[in-house]
């Protein structure tokens, strides 16, 4: 490794990777815990095995009110196995030990809070993890988060709404890593169809920015990936996963399924 | 024009998604411009009077103060509002609001269901559509009220998430918010929620405070000495509080749930034993673990089951403005039996909390000293309840 590889954020170097080869991100969401927190693990290996770029990591919250009825279950099942960010960090520290795929915690602002705001960030540095998504920290009250992850050098990942429209140009400033386009109105969670008129949404954001763009919320099959990957840099998908882990019956069902689910996805991106 | 504060000390500011930013900024805009606009006051006060039946009587507890024998107890009847407690003041206001934003759809949350009856009526009066949120719990024991809101036309959902009360009411609304950002005016029953929330919901209720002050100057020719209030969000409690502030000889008494008991952890005493954190989009006290994973609560009140409290009500027990204490369910049960014996009044469970209270500090205290307490709502839904305790006979 050069000494420019060890400081440049694993997310930057992905994006500027995926950019080189013509290709798009595929960004996956699971939250941590569930099913239990050695099942996480082996959800990530498996994952970027099989093509994803960037991994999300939800901790779990009582109240995601963000989150729609599969991640507000996913939650629940890792709060009720007692799962502690202490544990969720750990986790990552050994997975990290195997893995250079970028991994990005998805945390509501009262965890960080409460457990310290420095403290978070630079534990979460100290394990390898390259951002923090915080889906109930808007512009306006992210200043010590925003400063201090940039101190750490992780990235707080912006989120722009199709409701944000001039508000884009402060969120974007400064900020690093992509930029999450939430697709529409509403919480997380699978949908047929996006009602947003995506094409004006994402020029409209490409006004204001030239960080990579991510498009999130609400993608369910590797149809509506193909109809939205030409708009942006990146896809983002959540729920869809989550569903899967929470139907397979077995440790190895649920391996298998999120697998082929993933390499579908990668495929259509490719 | 005059910009609110967003923050109450360290307490309150917009813990919110992105997605709804835009909407608080254009309903802090809206809100600003209508309270200075004299037309829209005026109409806001013409549907108090003649609507709700403004202003409420402040009523000289002639048999209470006899019984207990010390101060002089008097009683701000909101419960004689139109559909029966306090909730009403608020709703007309915002749903005045709404109209005056062009939205045709309104959703509330709400525990004792008070809060969901008044959203219910006022939006079948101003002929808007209509969704309440109800923790299952809530559902299940404010019956009466589900039927009221189904009755006026609202639709009512039972919130089967987390511990299925006003919490998780909450979090069903602002998910609904969210997602409807665009044709929906959330209608917050409580001094709760992302600013400017706590402040318009504190500026339609602090109309209970300026009938009470000038009511009791009327009466007595001076100010009381103790104005009680029970406190879950604490809209009630703001309400009377806060145009007695710069008075600071008038101490002011909020009561929250104790439950169970403090010691026993099945309560809702945020003051008591809740920690700094953020939920449902403001900075304030909070019933929550070391992790920040909000804590279940428990009251039999189903409006005071709330494990938060309104960011003014955590800054003014910071700055010592208000003291906080908290009465059991078995205590306000007794209240609300007393209440009803010795005035012929059945009060809210929520309010029979501020009664107990009184209950407990009225005989301590010299027979010139005066008392107020805020009688927030009326007890007929919580008859049932009431009766299905083996303590009371019925």
């Known amino acids: ?270 | 024009m005059k910009n609110i504060p967003g923050r109450f000390g360290i307490f309150g500011g917009q813990y919110v998604p992105e997605t709804v930013m835009n909407a608080l900024i254009e309903l802090e805009r809206e809100f600003n411009a209508a309270i200075q606009d004299e037309d829209f006051m005026e109409e806001y006060r013409y549907y108090l009077r003649e609507y709700s039946g403004r202003p409420t009587p402040l009523y000289f507890a002639r048999n209470l103060t006899e019984k207990l024998g010390g101060a002089k107890v008097y009683l701000k009847r909101e419960d004689l509002n139109h559909t029966g407690a306090h909730k009403i003041n608020n709703v007309l206001g915002q749903i005045l609001l709404a109209r005056r934003m062009g939205k045709r759809r309104v959703i509330a949350e709400t525990g004792a269901g008070q809060h969901g009856v008044a959203t219910a009526t006022g939006a079948a009066m101003f002929g808007m559509e209509c969704e309440i949120f109800m923790g299952k719990e809530d559902v299940r024991r404010q019956a009466l009220n589900v039927f009221r809101m189904r009755l006026l036309g609202a639709k009512v959902h039972s919130v089967e998430s987390g511990t299925g009360t006003l919490k998780d009411a909450v979090n069903e609304a602002i998910r609904d918010w969210v997602t409807r950002v665009e044709d929906t005016f959330y209608v917050i029953g409580s001094v709760v929620g992302p600013h400017p929330y706590p402040t318009i919901v504190r500026e339609f209720q602090k109309v209970i405070g300026e009938e009470a002050r000038a009511q009791i100057l009327e009466k007595e020719g001076r100010l009381p000495d103790y104005v009680i209030a029970c406190v879950g969000g604490g809209s009630n409690a703001m309400g009377i509080f806060h145009p007695f502030y710069h008075d600071k000889e008038v101490k002011l008494i909020g009561v929250e749930a104790a439950g169970l008991g403090l010691e026993t952890g099945k309560h809702a005493a945020t003051m008591a034993m809740g920690s700094v954190g953020v939920l449902h989009g403001m900075k304030t006290l909070l019933l929550q673990d070391s992790e920040g994973q909000v804590m279940p609560v428990h009251s039999i009140s189903a409006g005071l089951d709330y494990p938060g409290v309104g960011p003014e009500h955590a800054y003014y027990k910071e700055i010592g403005r208000a003291e906080y204490v908290a009465v059991t369910d078995r205590e306000a049960v007794e209240a609300f039996v007393e209440l009803s014996r010795t005035e012929g009044i059945i009060p809210a469970l929520e309010s029979a909390h501020a009664v107990a209270y009184a209950l407990k500090l009225v005989p301590q205290l010299p027979k010139d000293k005066i008392v107020i307490v805020n009688l927030s709502g009326r007890g007929d839904k919580d008859v049932e309840t009431v009766a299905s305790l083996p303590e009371v006979e019925l």
């Open chain 1, 1 to 270: 490794m050069n000494s420019i590889d060890l400081t440049m954020n694993r997310i930057d170097k992905a994006f500027n990777n995926l950019r080189k080869r013509g290709q798009k991100a595929l960004i996956t969401y699971i939250t941590a815990g569930n099913p239990n927190l050695e099942a996480t693990a082996d959800l990530i290996i498996e994952m970027e095995k099989a093509g994803a770029d960037i991994i999300e990591l939800g901790i779990p919250y009582s109240d995601p009110l963000a989150d729609g009825p599969v991640i507000q279950r996913a939650s629940a099942r890792a709060l009720n196995n007692g799962i502690k960010i202490a544990d969720i960090m750990n986790m990552v520290r050994s997975v990290r030990q195997v893995t250079p795929i970028p991994l990005i915690y998805l945390v509501y602002y009262n965890s960080v809070f409460k457990y310290g705001i420095e403290r978070f960030v630079k534990e979460a540095h100290d394990v390898g993890i390259d951002g923090i998504i915080v889906p109930d920290l808007p512009l306006e009250e992210r200043g010590e988060v925003f400063d201090l992850s940039k101190q750490y050098g992780i990235h707080l990942i912006p989120l722009v709404a199709p409701t944000s429209h001039e508000r884009i140009a402060r969120i974007v400033e400064n900020a690093g890593g992509f930029v999450y386009c939430v697709s529409t109105t509403g919480v997380t969670g699978e949908r047929d169809e996006i009602q947003t008129n995506i094409k004006g949404y994402m020029e409209e954001v490409s006004r204001y920015t030239d960080m990579p763009k991510a498009i999130g919320f609400g993608i369910s099959s590797p149809d509506m990936v193909s109809q939205l990957k030409d708009y942006c840099d990146g896809i983002i998908m959540g729920s869809a996963i989550v569903s899967l882990i929470d139907k397979a019956a077995n440790k190895d069902e649920m391996l298998e399924n999120v697998s082929r689910f993933v390499k579908s996805i990668k495929q259509v991106l490719q």
